[in-house]
């Protein structure tokens, strides 16, 4: 991936790639890219037209990542960044759907990386309420995608010493309409429910790059029983590999093409007689 993305960059080879990485959905190319160091570059394009990339927003939220401003000012960033990605209207072509979850009634892949990068669309019905849940440390950024989800955030007022006892009162609602960005509060205003206050599906995109918490962990409360109890959800395994989307194999690699054509040569000569060359296996046939 590596490798095709900086030839992606360079225009170099773009015909003897994967489709999937032709796709400019996931291939980098955004005007004003952040660098590592946190710089923005000269504006940069494969050809004219293109759109904010999947694969350039992770590129720029690992690198606002880096950067030594606290972690809420790195979620402003990186909310800023998925606002331009959220202007793209075919995100749900290339996202691999996963089902629903304790806090959603649907959600599609987008992107995931070790050691915890994701990238995922969350959809909600119309007209549902999620439970009041929180997912520990586990910060999240979102943007509005489509329809309209309100955040009820709430606070922990107790110190969590008593199993299955809890007290959290409403602190926020925050309306969530397409294009506006939202990042999670630290613990204990982490406490959270999702509310689709639209006639139509509500999709909206989000982002963390933190490990999150055991299903053990991952907690519903009931506010006016004074009650919490662990959720046990974990994402839904659909999806077996690591990377997604999945790295191309060997025999859909860059080369691949060349490959097959130094493989039939080698046969001809050896049919021949004769002894070649092959610039890929690198010895003579």
Not at 240 to 264: C, H, M, N, V, W
Not at 267 to 279: A, L, M, S
């Amino acid at each position: 991936m590596k490798d095709a993305v900086n030839l992606n960059r360079s225009g170099i080879f773009l015909a003897q790639m994967p489709s999937a990485y032709l796709c400019l959905a996931w291939a980098p190319g955004f005007p004003g890219s952040i660098e590592s160091n946190g710089t923005r570059t000269k504006e940069k394009k494969i050809m004219a037209g293109t759109k904010y990339s999947i694969a350039q927003f992770i590129t720029d939220a690992k690198a606002i990542l880096k950067r030594n401003d606290p972690l809420e000012k790195q979620k402003e960033a990186i909310g800023e960044r998925l606002k331009e990605l959220c202007k793209r209207d075919d995100l749900l072509r290339f996202a691999l759907p996963f089902g629903p979850s304790d806090a959603s009634t649907g959600g599609y892949l987008l992107w995931r990386e070790p050691p915890a990068t994701v990238l995922c669309i969350g959809e909600w019905n119309p007209g549902y309420m999620s439970p009041v849940h929180e997912h520990k440390d586990f910060w999240v950024v979102g943007c509005g995608y489509k329809g309209r989800d309100r955040w009820d955030m709430y606070e922990r007022l107790d110190d969590g010493s008593k199993p299955g006892y809890a007290e959290v009162k409403l602190v926020d609602q925050i309306d969530i309409t397409p294009g506006k960005a939202v990042w999670m509060p630290p613990p204990p205003r982490a406490v959270h429910s999702h509310n689709s206050m639209s006639n139509e599906i509500t999709l909206e995109v989000i982002f963390s790059a933190n490990k999150p918490p055991a299903p053990s962990e991952r907690l519903v409360y009931d506010p006016e029983n004074k009650a919490c109890w662990p959720s046990g959800w974990s994402f839904t395994p659909v999806y077996a590999g690591d990377y997604y989307p999945g790295r191309p194999s060997a025999k859909t690699g860059l080369f691949s093409g060349i490959q097959k054509a130094a493989e039939k040569a080698t046969i001809w000569t050896k049919k021949q007689g004769k002894r070649t060359f092959c610039p890929v296996c690198m010895a003579f046939a």
